[in-house]
């Protein structure tokens, strides 16, 4: 069946650090992927997304990285802060279809 | 301040009651959608609506049902039907359905059945 899945449930860093979760997505015909971030009891909030004609996509302290042939995708976070502790979503889309595919969800934790 | 709205934050329900919950956007958008969250889980697609009195069904719209009799308005109803009613719902809004728009989401909406 059709899923978004993400390699580790929790991830630990040092702040300051950098940061890498990935994702791993099963349908080839997606073509639009989006991050979130969830912070405890509030709504996902949009990080950054790529579209399947690109490989890589930066934003502020972030990096997408789409790599169709194995089916991955991953986000980068530079010099990760306190602040960055969250949930992360991938989510995955075909654009005639308007609807996300949410994976599980990484953990992540900065330490200090 | 555009953005979109949920109430209330927090619902307490007995079983065996119908429980509406609501939703506003002034983003203008066209495109609305409803999912529940479960503990250490991801989202999942309950029911979404592309245009005004028009929705389909999600992945997982059994005991729940919608409306969308206004552009900036699509309520929830979790009905009895819903055997395990208890999460978190989350609703979001986009431009339009499908093509490259990301969702934005509402703070969200604790359902807790006693």
């Known amino acids: 069946g059709e899923s978004v899945g993400l390699h580790l449930p929790t991830l630990s860093v040092q702040e300051g650090d950098n940061s890498i979760i990935n994702c791993a997505y099963s349908?080839?015909?997606?073509?639009?992927f989006i991050w979130y971030k969830q912070e405890s009891g509030k709504g996902p909030q949009f990080i950054i997304d790529?579209?399947?004609?690109?490989d890589k996509r930066q934003g502020q302290r972030v990096t997408v990285l789409l790599n169709k042939t194995v089916k991955h995708l991953s986000l980068q976070i530079a010099a990760t802060q306190p602040g960055d502790s969250a949930v992360y979503f991938c989510a995955e889309s075909r654009s005639n279809t308007g609807k996300l595919i949410f994976g599980q969800g990484t953990t992540l934790q900065v330490k200090p | 301040d555009g953005g979109i709205t949920q109430s209330p934050k927090y619902l307490f329900r007995k079983e065996g009651q119908n429980v509406t919950l609501s939703c506003e956007q002034n983003?203008?958008?066209?495109?609305m959608y409803w999912y529940r969250q479960d503990p250490g889980q991801g989202l999942r697609l309950i029911y979404y609506?592309?245009?005004?009195?028009?929705?389909q069904k999600g992945d997982i719209a059994e005991g729940y049902s919608v409306s969308r009799e206004k552009k900036e308005s699509f309520p929830l109803t979790v009905t009895s039907a819903q055997k395990n009613p208890t999460a978190f719902y989350l609703c979001?809004?986009?431009?339009?359905?499908?093509?490259?728009?990301?969702?934005?989401f509402g703070p969200g909406t604790r359902l807790t059945v006693l």
């Open positions: 609506s592309q245009i005004v009195n028009d929705f």
């Open positions: 790529i579209r399947s004609n690109m």
């Open positions: 983003l203008n958008h066209d495109a």
């Open positions: 349908n080839s015909a997606s073509d639009y």
């Open positions: 979001a809004s986009s431009i339009v359905a499908g093509g490259y728009n990301e969702q934005f």
